[in-house]
Structure formats: structure tokens, C-alpha cells
Nanobody, 120 residues
């Protein structure tokens, strides 16, 4: 089992920045990828950004140029640097990690979520 511990959420004014951290309980090299999802009230959970074990990153269109996902292998930690935040970014942000079990299947692991609130 993989445990994910998130930190770094909070309240920020529009235009501000926050950095989220997610530490895995296992070696990051045993995971195929890690990333961040978010869910606003009444909405479905959506991908924000992810990074694979080989370092390939993927971003949702709505965060390109504003958010950066990165890994610190020695600490088994993934970060999400969020800049130029706007009220539409308000949501619970969830850390995700996964291991592939087959070419089209994977096991997903989730953190408990951290609230990000952007005031106008």
C-alpha cells in the first residue's frame, strides 16, 4: 500500500502563489507516476498535472504556463508550484500516485486532499 501525505494548501489572494507537496511512503522509483488532481464543489475530479517515472510531465490546459509539477527523488516527494492563481482554481487538491498492472490497467493511490482557496 502507498500512503501519500500532502501539505501546502491554504488561502491566497488572486494573483498569488502556493506550493503543494506530496510525500510518498514508498520509494518514488517503485511508482510509474505521480501527480495532482483537483475537485471543486459539484464538479468531477480532474487532472491538474502529472509526472511519470521517466520525468515526462503532463498539464491540463487551464494551468499551462501557471503551474509546474516536479519531483524530488531523494525525498520521494512531488511538488505543484502554482502561480497567478485565480478564484477558479479554488478546489480540494489531491495527490495521486499509480502503478501499472497491465498495459491498460493501473492501481491508483490518493492523498487525503488539501484545500486551496483563492479570493478575488
Amino acid at each position: 500500500q502507498v500512503q501519500l501525505a500532502e501539505s501546502g494548501g491554504g488561502l491566497v489572494q488572486a494573483g498569488g502563489s502556493l506550493r503543494l507537496s506530496c510525500a510518498a511512503s514508498v520509494s518514488i522509483f517503485t511508482l510509474n507516476g505521480m501527480g495532482w488532481y483537483r475537485q471543486a464543489p459539484g464538479d468531477q475530479r480532474e487532472l491538474v498535472a502529472s509526472v511519470t517515472s521517466s520525468g515526462t510531465t503532463k498539464y491540463a490546459d487551464f494551468v499551462k504556463g501557471r503551474f509546474t509539477v516536479s519531483r524530488e527523488n531523494a525525498k520521494n516527494t512531488v511538488y505543484l508550484e502554482m502561480n497567478r492563481l485565480n478564484p477558479e482554481d479554488t478546489a480540494v487538491y489531491y495527490c495521486n500516485a499509480y502503478r501499472r498492472t497491465d498495459w491498460d490497467r493501473r492501481n491508483d493511490y490518493w492523498g487525503q486532499g488539501t484545500q486551496v482557496t483563492v479570493s478575488s
